[in-house]
């Protein structure tokens, strides 16, 4: 990973006499002595390629040049003893290529000293919220603790600067989501494999996540949506409890992470293994949408623009077979955006003042349609590389037309 990298490109945006404070975050309490898994800071990670908790990034920006300080929890034998190893100064210093390396239990002191000595007139937290009815997050909480202590500081919200920077991936963050991507593409393969009427939606979903972390994937980079027949039409259903029918279509979107990168594809398999007629003409308008976008996504473009090209071909579609009259009436049928931003999160950061597509962004090209009153939801999803003149399908090679799909399901 490529994470001195990145604070080498962050260090320009940020303002001279300033102190950056990034936490890697702390374990959410669930009950009694359970936690919920962690999840660390995607900021934290991509500034220093670690994953553990109670951590934290400071970077000191004078005179145009700037230090960083690492700070990690001091190795506990008996916390060891009971959830296993934990980083060494050794280790963080390899994965992160920063040095010093301290202990977390020395930071308080320490920024205490550097802000009595007058050192930063700016201080950038990650105060991005998503929602006002969030609890704040780790990195929120800190920095209104920091508020009440410095209040002549100016805080700064330092995901913007970071967003700018993770739109474009580097050749190491695509090579990692080459390999999610790959991973995926063996998963999906397995389901096609063994799928069968009958089956229930989470014994599909378990195919898929047996065969990625055979793979070595660390996890699916979000919760398997597998929807048989109507549940195909719920956008994010992800219960997975119910029966795969015979003459359902099954909608699986699905990803593995690699390396902390996110694969994020969707296909749509026809249960029995033969598509309907009818299913086959929705399809092959959701396919031909697919690849209208994949075909116009270039520099200097917008997610919205793809979305427009997307649905003046479902439209086209749906027309031509009768089922809407007018090209306004697709948006009963398909109510999404065609593309988001892919990386570390699934739903990747994006720079809000700035949506025009770069060399190196990496989005999908989900098209769907979602015809409630047939049972029938499909979705067909690829990733797509931004390239100078183009992009490149990511997926390219995971299987997507009925013809592929039928054959590759009877020959098993
Ligand atoms: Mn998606």
Redesign the pocket.
């Known amino acids: 990973m490529s994470v001195p990298a990145h604070r080498e490109k962050l260090i320009p945006l940020l303002a001279d006499k300033s102190i950056t404070i990034l936490y890697s975050g702390i374990p959410i309490h669930v009950s009694q002595d359970e936690y919920y898994p962690f999840r660390v800071s995607r900021q934290f990670f991509y500034y220093t390629g670690l994953t553990r908790e109670n951590m934290a990034l400071v970077l000191i920006k004078r005179d145009g040049r700037c230090s960083a300080v690492l700070y990690i929890p001091e190795v506990d034998p008996l916390a060891v003893r009971w959830t296993g190893k934990m980083v060494t100064p050794d280790e963080a210093r390899e994965i992160s290529g920063i040095e010093p390396i301290r202990y977390i239990h020395q930071l308080e002191g320490d920024l205490s000293r550097h802000m009595a000595s007058g050192i930063a007139e700016v201080a950038y937290f990650d105060t991005y919220r998503h929602s006002a009815e969030d609890l704040p997050d780790y990195n929120l909480v800190k920095a209104q603790e920091f508020a009440r202590l410095y209040p002549a500081v100016q805080i700064r919200n330092l995901h913007i600067p970071t967003a700018a920077l993770r739109r474009c991936k580097d050749e190491e963050e695509v090579t990692a989501i080459q390999k999610a991507i790959n991973i995926t593409k063996g998963g999906l393969n397995a389901v096609m494999e063994n799928l069968r009427p009958g089956m229930y939606e989470y014994q599909v979903q378990a195919i898929f996540e047996a065969k990625i972390f055979s793979e070595g994937a660390e996890g699916p980079a979000f919760p398997t949506i597998a929807g048989a027949g109507i549940n195909g039409t719920m956008l994010h259903y992800g219960t997975n409890r119910e029966i795969c029918n015979d003459g359902d279509l099954i909608l699986l ?1 699905l990803g593995a992470k690699v390396d902390g990168y996110c694969a ?1 594809i ?1 296909r749509t398999y026809p249960v029995n293994g033969k598509f309907t007629d009818r299913q086959r003409q929705y399809y092959e308008i959701a396919l031909a949408a697919n690849r209208a976008v994949a075909k116009a996504a270039k520099p200097g473009m917008t997610c919205r623009e793809l979305n427009e090209i997307c649905k003046d071909v479902l439209a086209e579609g749906l027309l031509k077979m009768g089922k809407i009259n007018v090209p306004g009436e697709v948006s009963r049928y398909y109510m999404h955006g065609v593309s ?1 931003h892919l990386g570390i999160d ?1 739903h990747d950061i994006e720079v809000a003042d700035d949506r025009i597509l770069r060399p190196g962004c990496v989005i ?1 090209d ?1 098209p769907g349609l979602y015809i409630d009153e047939e049972a029938i939801g499909i979705r067909i ?1 690829d990733d797509l590389l931004i390239t100078e003149n183009g992009c490149v399908c990511l997926s390219e090679d995971i299987i997507r037309t009925p013809d592929e799909i039928e054959a590759y399901m009877a020959d098993r």
Do not use: A, P
Request: glycine share 0%; net charge negative.
């Open positions: 979107d994020d969707t988001h699934v999908t989900e999803e």
